[in-house]
């Protein structure tokens, strides 16, 4: 069963407005991190914001905001005043605490966001 | 500047040819590993390590070989190239195991290596 589950292949925006990238995931930890990565057209991977299983806040790293609802297993992007420079692809990322701090990251497939001008 | 290195950028290889892809980091992390990349996957785990010495497989780890023998290196090796391992392979590294750190300690990642194999 695929762990994270990223269900919009593609999406389009307008500039400035906002947008939601949605992600769920799946782990019977209690003790876990979930990460948003952003991939430019450049091909590299730039770390957006993460979020602890135990954090009681919802993360925020300026522009981008994650909507984290535990109970429903989501881990939603909020991406506000969309600009034409948030065109990318961005993945959602899952990395589980089991007790042994060995355990890797786990990307799901991707949402392919295109801001319209 | 002190981040991950992958070595080639680019490369192509013919069926059945073996290589070595390179990873370096210089930011003492412990952990490291690879992925390859393919339209509609993600990323994929393909191998890796939590230190020196010590190994572990991933998601897809057929027809890849690594080791750790030092904490700044992690090499990959191709045995015997196959069509199917056309991709583009990223290493990424972090210094805390730990989720509830990976706020302040979170994955770094090479440039990554764009491997055709013909």
């Known amino acids: 069963a695929q762990k994270i589950t990223q269900t919009q292949p593609g999406m389009f925006v307008q500039e400035k407005e906002a947008v939601t990238l949605d992600c769920t995931y799946d782990t019977s930890d209690q003790s876990y991190g979930l990460f948003w990565y952003k991939q430019p057209s450049s091909g590299e991977m730039i770390f957006l914001i993460y979020q602890g299983s135990y954090d009681e806040q919802n993360a925020t790293e300026g522009r981008y905001s994650l909507n984290f609802q535990k109970a429903r297993k989501s881990a939603n992007l909020v991406i506000s005043a969309s600009q034409l420079g948030d065109s990318a692809m961005y993945f959602c990322?899952?990395?589980?605490?089991?007790?042994?701090?060995?355990?890797?990251?786990?990307f799901g497939k991707g949402t392919r966001l295109s801001v319209i001008a | 500047n002190a981040g991950v290195t992958q070595t080639p950028k680019f490369q192509v290889l013919k069926t059945g040819q073996s290589m070595t892809l390179q990873c370096a980091q210089d930011m003492n992390h412990e952990y490291m590993s690879w992925y390859r990349q393919d339209p509609g996957m993600g990323l994929r785990l393909i191998h890796y390590?939590?230190?020196?010495?010590?190994?572990d497989q991933g998601e897809v780890p057929n027809g890849y070989n690594v080791s750790r023998s030092t904490t700044e290196d992690f090499p990959l090796r191709l045995l015997s190239a196959a069509p199917s391992q056309t991709s583009v392979y990223f290493c990424a590294s972090s210094y805390s195991l730990l989720p509830r750190d990976a706020a302040n300690y979170g994955y770094t990642f090479g440039s990554g290596t764009r491997l055709t194999v013909v």
């Open positions: 990322a899952m990395r589980e605490d089991q007790g042994i701090p060995n355990t890797p990251l786990v």
């Open positions: 390590s939590v230190g020196a010495g010590i190994t």
